[in-house]
Antibody, heavy 119, light 107 residues
């Protein structure tokens, strides 16, 4: 059973950088072709942030593309999210997910910590 | 981006009822439609993928149908643990997009 666990600061200052890491356990990160990040502002709906392929190829949501980087560290069985120039609108629960197959279908999710952007 | 619209936004039902939630895509997405259940304070859980395939471990009381632009999620014999928010999501094109959610509440 794959388990995902996000880690990183819960509070980020405006104009700062949000950085989260997702540790994968129960299986090798090489077991899935794609890994992804999804976020959810408190009380609102779900927004896909982006994904990374085993090869290192990435796809990002155009709405965030200029500010987002997703990276993969196979040696540590983890992948990471970096979001720069954050504002209060980036306050959300951030979920790392495993992608089922080749299409963006999310079959395993992390717990989704709340990251608050505030001074 | 493909827009996903769910109806209704909220729904009240009783224990034992059968309910249906609709999801419409702004363009044809073939059968590239997934359904998730989210309970308060928890991550979403995949229920149905490819419009009608039941995810492993999900009870058969959940079923999905549809293709093209119109899809439905049906939940039979509602139990207390089924009261949650349900989201549809298209996996047809990047970026994948979600519906706004349907909150299923106990009547």
């Amino acid at each position: 059973q794959v388990q995902l666990q996000e880690s990183g600061p819960g509070l980020v200052k405006p104009s700062g950088t949000l950085s989260l890491t997702c540790a994968v356990s129960g299986d090798s990160i090489s077991s899935s072709i794609w890994w992804s990040w999804v976020r959810q502002p408190p009380g609102k709906g779900l927004e896909w942030i982006g994904e990374i392929h085993q090869s290192g190829t990435t796809n990002y949501n155009p709405s965030l593309k200029s500010r987002v980087t997703i990276s993969l560290d196979k040696s540590k069985n983890q992948f990471s999210l970096t979001l720069i120039s954050v504002t209060a609108a980036d306050t959300a629960f951030y979920y790392c997910t495993k992608v089922k197959g080749a299409s963006p279908t999310f079959d395993y999710w992390g717990q989704g910590p709340l990251v608050t952007v505030s001074s | 981006d493909i827009q996903m619209t769910q109806s209704p936004s909220s729904l009240s039902a009783s224990i034992g009822d059968r309910v249906t939630i609709a999801c419409r895509a702004s363009q044809s997405i073939s059968n590239s439609l997934n359904w998730y259940q989210q309970k308060p304070g928890k991550a979403p859980k995949l229920l149905i993928y490819a419009a009608s395939s039941l995810q492993s471990g999900v009870p058969s009381k959940f079923s999905g149908s549809g293709s093209g632009t119109d899809f439905t999620l049906t939940i039979s014999s509602l139990q207390p643990e089924d009261f949650a928010t349900y989201y549809c999501q298209q996996s047809y094109s990047i970026p994948p997009t979600f519906g706004q959610g349907t909150k299923l509440e106990i009547k």
